[in-house]
């Protein structure tokens, strides 16, 4: 839930809170590490270090080095960095270089009993998404809205609350942003709108005393989150923007690989505090198994692993169809071209170097991620409804149809036709031509169950799948959406009126057909009939 009043500031100090009790949970296991290179100079003076011996200690001073930084100690990074490539160096060597090795040891020790460092400043985060305003105040609601879209949301200010139920009905948000004071009890009528009609989209509520007891009616209407309104526009976008970009994050998996406990500790916490679902793995030979059971959304790999080096992981991961695509993100503790070279010669897509700074690597992951997330939307929905598009329609009705199948459940296809489409088009012009459309979409969206499939087939034609439902039961289903339709005449922003009706038919799998090409064509001549009998109706 998003904690009332958080801002950019709020943020900041929720991440030095979690570096610092990070910090003192790893604590004691930095210093456990710091005690094995005692016990390896020790063997040293000694002369009784054997081979296997100093790869330890090698190994164990890597992670001291990655793990300190991480936390904001770059002296002990640097200390660290020196005994790795002491015990990284000939044997023969490490006598000579112990008595000053030795007084560092204590430096190290000193450094890692002090607190963790806190982050510097951070600029104002950025988001890709859609905003409804819902204030009553006109100048407050512009300013937010203007804030927002310096940030990179697209905004639509509803400046009441018939206004802002509309727009929710309209679908495509992903944040409504609620004034409680201005619109009083509709707002609870508004926030019910939004869980059931919207139910990914975030909810917040602009409230005098965030937490007075009125609060908790506000939140179990379906407010995600409230925030103070005596708060400045910018900080409300902090809020607006952390939501959104946890709600994208939420929606994606990664796979973080690391031998290094320490680190895999800080991935937890940092991605869980983020909203970011993640498996972490510890040991790189179980790499595989853990790919195919999360399926991930991307791959963190670190380079510097014991039996299976990450240029090794990548080159494989690049090697197998299933994830050749797969964004992968490798830490390094390089700092070298050749190395950098390297690391995009073996497939990775991005490097951050050890020691990790967490707002950094955040801020990489969240960037990837959201770049895939585009990609996904231009490859599978259609720009203009939000639907999905054709592509996408034929590849999900093939797992509908296995699952009906295998079930015994019936699988009905719907194709509809917006009636007079060209008409409209002529008399209003294309951008209203386009409103009808879009609020259709929205309209079909609220009709039907969110695991039915519902795509813009082309031009003004609409597919939609439904599964569980005979050809007689998904005719019914269709034809209340009609009466809604009719019932609900579409005013553009131009203000004129215009009537909207469609045409529509419908087939069933196996009655009708046993693919989508046989079942489409009985769809298409139940529309044809549907048309030639006078447009605005349903024929199963």
Not at 198 to 219: K, T
Not at 392 to 404: G, H, K, Q, S
Not at 465 to 494: H, I, K
Request: overall charge negative.
């Amino acid at each position: 839930m998003t904690q009332p009043g958080r801002s950019a500031s709020g943020e900041a100090v929720l991440e030095r809170q979690m570096i610092q009790q990070l910090w003192e949970r790893s604590r004691e296991r930095l210093l456990a590490q710091v005690d094995r290179l005692e016990e390896a100079l020790h063997a040293v003076v000694e002369r009784n270090l054997d081979a296997e011996a100093q790869r330890a200690a090698e190994r164990t001073a890597h992670q001291i080095a990655g793990a300190a930084g991480t936390f904001g100690f770059p002296r002990a990074t640097e200390i660290a960095r020196e005994f790795e490539r002491m015990f990284a160096g000939p044997a023969e060597e490490l006598p000579s270089r112990a008595l000053t090795a030795a007084r560092h040891l204590a430096n190290l020790r000193r450094e890692l009993e002090e607190p963790a460092s806190s982050p510097g400043p951070t600029a104002p985060t950025r988001a890709s998404g859609r905003l409804l305003v819902a204030h009553g105040d006109p100048a407050q609601a512009r300013a937010i809205a203007r804030e927002a879209e310096g940030r990179g949301l697209r905004c639509r200010v509803a400046t009441d609350v018939t206004s802002a139920r509309n727009a929710v009905r309209q679908g495509r948000l992903d944040v409504v942003l609620v004034d409680a004071e201005v619109t009083g009890e509709d707002a609870l009528g508004l926030l019910a709108d939004v869980a059931s009609l919207l139910p990914e989209a975030g909810a917040l509520v602009l409230a005098p005393e965030p937490q007075s007891p009125d609060a908790e009616e506000v939140r179990a209407a379906g407010a995600g989150g409230l925030v103070a309104r005596s708060l400045p526009p910018a900080q409300v976008v902090d809020v607006v923007v952390d939501t959104v970009r946890r709600q994208q994050l939420s929606r994606h998996r990664v796979l973080a690989v690391d031998d290094d406990p320490v680190i895999l500790d800080v991935l937890t916490h940092l991605f869980d505090h983020a909203g970011l679902p993640v498996t972490t793995v510890g040991d790189p030979l179980q790499f595989w198994e853990a790919i195919e059971e999360t399926a991930p959304d991307l791959v963190l790999l670190d380079l510097d692993m014991p039996s299976v080096t990450g240029f090794e992981l990548c080159r494989l991961l690049r090697a197998d169809p299933r994830f050749e695509s797969t964004p992968v993100i490798v830490l390094t503790s390089s700092h070298q071209q050749a190395a950098v070279e390297e690391v995009f010669a073996a497939g990775a897509d991005d490097y951050v170097t050890k020691p990790v700074d967490p707002a950094e690597l955040l801020a990489r992951v969240s960037g990837r991620l959201e770049r895939l997330r585009q990609q996904r939307l231009l490859a599978e929905t259609d720009p203009l409804t939000g639907l999905a598009n054709r592509r996408t329609f034929i590849r999900e009705l093939a797992r509908l149809r296995t699952d009906a199948v295998r079930s015994g459940e019936p699988l009905s296809v719907v194709l509809l036709d917006l009636d007079d489409f060209e008409e409209i088009n002529q008399r209003h012009g294309h951008t209203v031509g386009d409103e009808v459309l879009e609020r259709l979409a929205a309209l079909l969206r609220r009709s039907f169950r969110a695991d039915d499939l519902i795509a813009r087939w082309g031009g003004q034609v609409i597919a939609v799948a439904l599964y569980g439902l005979s050809r007689e039961d998904a005719a019914g289903r269709v034809l209340r959406t009609l009466e809604r339709c009719r019932a609900n005449p579409f005013t553009g922003t131009d203000g004129r009126s215009v009537p909207v009706t469609f045409s529509a038919g419908v087939a069933q799998f196996g009655p009708d057909g046993e693919d989508l090409a046989s079942v489409y064509r009985s769809a298409e001549a139940a529309l044809r009939d549907a048309q030639a009998r006078g447009r605005d109706r349903v024929v199963p």
